[in-house]
C-alpha cells in the first residue's frame, strides 16, 4: 500500500518561508510526475506546481519566482521550497504522486493528507 506522508505545514508571517516535504512509502516501481496543490476555504483546489520524473517543472502564475519544487527520487520525496509568502498563500497544501506500485501492477495517483500553510501577521 503506497501512502504520502506530508509535513512543513505551519504559521508564518508575510515574507516569511517555509519547506514542505511529502514523502512517499510501500513497495513502489516507479514514481511518474509529481505535484503540489492547494485549497483554500471555499475554493477548488488548484495545481501549485509539478515536476517530471526527469526535472522538468512548471509552475502557476500567483508562485513564480518565489516557490521552487523539486524531488529526490532515491528518497521518494517530493519538497516545496516557499519564500516571499503572502496571505492569499493560505490554503491546505496537498502532495499527489503518479506512481507504479509494486503491486498491484496498476499505474494510478495518490494523494497526501493535506498540511495547513497560514500566512499571517
Known amino acids: 500500500q503506497v501512502q504520502l506522508v506530508e509535513s512543513g505545514g505551519g504559521l508564518v508571517q508575510p515574507g516569511g518561508s517555509l519547506r514542505l516535504s511529502c514523502a512517499a512509502s510501500?513497495?513502489?516501481?516507479?514514481?511518474?510526475?509529481m505535484g503540489w496543490y492547494r485549497q483554500a476555504p471555499g475554493k477548488q483546489r488548484d495545481l501549485v506546481a509539478d515536476?517530471?520524473?526527469?526535472?522538468?517543472?512548471n509552475y502557476a502564475d500567483s508562485v513564480e519566482g518565489r516557490f521552487t519544487i523539486s524531488r529526490d527520487n532515491g528518497k521518494n520525496t517530493l519538497y516545496l521550497q516557499m519564500n516571499s509568502l503572502k496571505p492569499e498563500d493560505t490554503a491546505v497544501y496537498y502532495c499527489n504522486m503518479d506512481v507504479l506500485p509494486g503491486w498491484p501492477l496498476r499505474r494510478r495517483d495518490y494523494w497526501g493528507q493535506g498540511t495547513q500553510v497560514t500566512v499571517s501577521s
Open positions: 510501500g513497495t513502489i516501481r516507479e514514481i511518474y510526475a
Open positions: 515536476i517530471t520524473s526527469g526535472g522538468n517543472t
